[in-house]
């Protein structure tokens, strides 16, 4: 009688233990936000590490990161919230009950099926290890090792038939050693212990510990999606109105070109001259001079700026001066708090979805390095790419850079061989270009703009090429006092006003050497016409 009811109570106390069923996903939290997290210990990185996800500590420091694509969280509510947010899903994790007990060594090219797996030793990582969702994407894998976790150099975790790497959950009790050009999916949750990642290491999936320091040195590093994860679409995107159409535009500033440029889109500036653009190598119109277009087009730049500059970020990206460097961004609001300068590679990842909006709001001037790249993965479209920047921008030579420009009271240089696929826009400031290469993307609507052609027929200016005299008739001679010509030289000097008195005017011109000029004609401070005027003295 005794036995039986102390076998009654052991199965009364099992069924009370909190288990997890191997089919059940650990609910992670908001631990779930960070990539790199101890609950007691410092943080810390060597290198150039790319990283996405939350980076902080609950007790200590992090040191030594540059630009990660989240937040860093040291010490904080956010942290604090982590830190029980960890010990609940290890708790979930060590008291999931185990169906497979593999043995210490993993990998050598075998292949495992969804389940809970249990080594009570250390263990080790070595060549490959597959894991078989068997197109069930919410096959959830978890392995629990009671004592330290080594990796080999160039091991790998691979997903197949379905397996994401947010089903897949490490719980270590014991140091965790990742060896170098490691490629590892998965949670790691280490139990009062350290974990050290080395060079060329990727992990997809989070490295977590309940006390003990983490570093790494030169790794890639980002959280999983799916699962659930939230979908990150970043800001609604920057309406350009009549902007859109321009491939290069100034609101207060000559643009000039050197070279053979090829532009898809307008391009103009609304005070001063627009230069040594080729029409043959321009597909759209070029504004040689201010004009009711050009007009628009500062109207609405200045709107686009202020939406842009008003979008509250998302994250502050810490080192300006390390932009680049092959950082992996997803879709956000990115705040920098300096001059920046890009170096090699940006990606933008979309994570598959082709509407997500990436805005930088750079608080200083912008340079890139000879041959940088900006590159578009996973579906980012480079029409919803959009760069804020307060102060100038120096493109430098065969750099491919995607999105649209914006700069407020700097000017432009697009030196040799810049690709952009966007546009280079500024509210005030000179833009320079030399033989670059820039393709406006969606956004124009050419029904929208004012036909020229049919204005341009106000007035009949000639002869033209003209040598003492030209003639100007009015086609309206309703509006006679409110018209008002000036003509400019290459430079943008004014040379002649003259206010409009009669119908017909002839105007006498001997002063004009041999060249040619720029003349626009306003009305009611609107530009109703302009063109050349070429002296042939």
Same mark, same amino acid.
């Given at each position: ?21 191997? &089919? ?100 080790? +990582?070595?060549?490959?290890? /597959? ?19 080594? /990796? ?9 038939? &379905? %397996? ?29 212990? %350290? ?25 890639? %590093? ?17 309406? +350009?109105?009549? %902007?859109?159409? @321009? ?33 043959? #190598? ?30 509250? @970020? ?19 609001? @990115? ?6 300068? +890009? ?48 102060? =100038? ?18 000017? !432009? ?10 546009? =280079?826009?500024?509210? /005030? ?10 393709? !406006? ?35 309206? #001679? ?52 302009? &063109?050349? +005027?070429?002296?042939?003295?």
């Amino acid at each position: 009688m005794k036995k039986i009811i102390l076998n009654s109570i052991a199965v009364i106390a099992l069924l009370l233990i909190p288990t997890t069923n191997f &089919g059940q996903t650990p609910n992670l939290g908001t631990a779930a936000n960070f990539v790199l997290f101890t609950t007691n210990g410092s943080v810390s990185n060597t290198g150039i590490s790319q990283l996405t996800g939350n980076v902080g500590t609950n007790n200590g420091s992090s040191t030594g990161f540059g630009n990660v694509n989240g937040g860093m969280q040291d010490n904080n509510l956010i942290s604090a919230q982590c830190a029980t947010d960890l010990l609940i899903v290890y708790n979930q994790l060590n008291n999931s009950i185990p169906n497979f007990f593999p043995s210490s060594l993993l990998g050598n090219e075998d292949t495992l099926t969804a389940g809970t797996f249990s080594i009570p030793s250390a263990a080790t +990582l070595n060549s490959n290890l /597959t894991l078989n969702g068997q197109g069930n994407p919410n096959a959830i894998f978890i392995f629990q090792i009671q004592g330290s976790f080594s /990796t080999n150099a160039n091991a790998k975790v691979k997903l197949i038939n &379905g %397996a994401q790497a947010c089903n897949v959950f490490w719980k270590i009790e014991g140091l965790v050693s990742v060896g170098s050009e490691n490629s590892i999916k998965g949670t790691i949750i280490a139990n009062n212990a %350290a974990i050290n990642m080395n060079t060329n290491d990727t992990l997809e999936g989070r490295a977590l510990s309940t006390t003990g320091s983490i570093t790494i040195d030169g790794v890639l %590093a980002y959280t999983p999606i799916g699962c659930g994860s939230l979908v990150l679409t970043g800001p609604p995107a920057a309406n +350009l109105g009549s %902007a859109a159409c @321009y491939a290069v535009f100034s609101s207060d500033g000559g643009v000039s070109n050197a070279g053979v440029t090829n532009l898809t889109g307008d391009v103009g500036t609304n005070v001063g001259l627009t230069t040594g653009f080729n029409s043959l #190598n321009v597909t759209g119109t070029i504004h040689p001079i201010p004009d009711v277009s050009t007009a628009a087009c500062a109207s609405d730049l200045l709107n686009t700026y202020t939406y842009l500059n008003s979008i509250p @970020y998302d994250i502050e990206l810490l080192y300006p001066a390390q932009f680049g460097n092959n950082l992996v961004l997803t879709p956000h609001t @990115y705040w920098l708090n300096a001059a920046t300068i +890009l170096t090699d590679t940006l990606y933008l990842n979309g994570l598959g979805n082709n509407n997500a909006v990436f805005v930088f709001q750079i608080n200083g001037a912008l340079s890139t390095s000879v041959h940088s790249k900006i590159l578009l993965i996973n579906g980012t479209q480079a029409k919803n790419v959009f760069w804020k920047i307060d102060g =100038a921008t120096d493109i430098n030579d065969y750099s491919v850079f995607n999105g649209t420009i914006v700069c407020n009271n700097g000017s !432009i240089n697009l030196n040799t061989g810049v690709m952009i696929n966007g546009r =280079a826009l500024t509210t /005030t400031g000179a833009i320079a270009a030399s033989e670059i290469t820039v393709n !406006i993307t969606e956004g124009c609507n050419p029904t929208s703009i004012i036909s020229y052609s049919d204005i341009q027929k106000t007035v009949n200016i000639y002869p033209n090429p003209f040598t003492d005299n030209i003639n100007i008739i009015l086609n309206d #001679n309703s509006k006679i006092s409110k018209k008002e010509l000036t003509v400019y030289n290459s430079l943008g000097e004014i040379l002649m006003q003259y206010i409009f008195t009669s119908n017909t005017t002839n105007i006498e011109m001997k002063n004009f050497p041999s060249g040619v000029y720029h003349y626009v004609i306003i009305e009611h401070d609107n530009t109703i016409q302009y &063109g050349k +005027l070429i002296s042939q003295q």
